[in-house]
């Protein structure tokens, strides 16, 4: 039993993944983190402490939305996690957004905890695993929008690396599927009737795309908007 215990632990340090932020063990009995390898390059045990109870606490501040930290209070603090082994729970999972301290983008993270007894002590140890899932929580989300509308063209735009990659569909007369988004859309620019291309760059530059992302969570104008534009531009066809 002792040897399943070391080579578990030492099988866990030894994941190679670029996705993964955070690898670490702890005894929650004893509340104490016996190791952390931290990846997100944000100190997180400098900053939150090596007492488990205090650092999983620092880590829930880090969840944006009030909600998911509760729930993820109820997961992975001490009790709770001493309760879920006694009821028969050996894994303890949850998806969620955070923000890290050293870091201007948000992530989709996965946090993983699988709960071991220690062979010679008892105690339980938790054994922990922060990935990073965004890219995967972006495609799921695209892919569950093409599976309730049906769009000519879908594209997977990453407004802070100027990127964009075609998932579904083609331009008419481009073949190139990914690449700078800029230079595409000055491209596209270049396509658009003349009496209508400052009301198309007004509305897909990527400054004016991340305003409204500010304000909102969708990009599709109100009516108002399809007025206030028709007013401003004058008449177009859609």
């Known amino acids: 039993m002792r040897k399943q215990y070391r080579e578990q632990i030492l099988q866990h340090y030894l994941l ?28 997180l045990l400098e900053k939150f402490g090596s007492e488990r109870e205090d650092f999983f606490t620092g880590v829930g501040t880090l969840i944006t939305d009030k909600e998911e930290r509760e729930l993820f209070y109820s997961k992975y603090l001490n009790e709770p996690s001493r309760i879920a082994y006694q009821n028969g729970v050996t894994e303890v999972l949850m998806p969620c957004y955070i923000e890290l301290p050293n870091s201007k983008e948000g992530k989709y993270v996965q946090f993983l905890v699988n709960l071991v007894p220690a ?10 695993t922060v990935t990073d899932i965004t890219e995967k929580m972006i495609q799921d989300k695209i892919f569950s929008r093409m599976s309730s509308v049906n769009y000519d063209l879908v594209v997977d735009v990453d407004l802070n690396h100027n990127t964009y990659k ?28 003349p009496e209508d291309r400052e009301r198309f760059w007004d509305m897909i530059n990527p400054e004016h795309i991340l305003q409204r992302l500010e304000q909102r969570s969708s990009l599709f104008l109100q009516k108002s908007e399809w007025d206030d534009n028709h007013k401003k531009y004058g008449a177009y066809s859609h």
Request: hydrophobic residues 35%.
């Open 16 to 43: 190679n993944d670029d996705d993964i932020l955070l690898l670490g063990h702890c005894n929650i009995t004893q509340n104490k983190i016996l190791e952390m390898v931290d990846y997100t390059d944000s100190e």
């Open 119 to 128: 062979p010679d002590t008892g105690d339980l140890t938790g054994i922990l």
């Open 166 to 193: 075609i998932i579904s569909g083609k331009d008419w007369d481009n073949r190139e599927m990914e690449g700078d988004f800029l230079a595409r859309l000055q491209y596209v620019r270049g396509n658009v009737m």
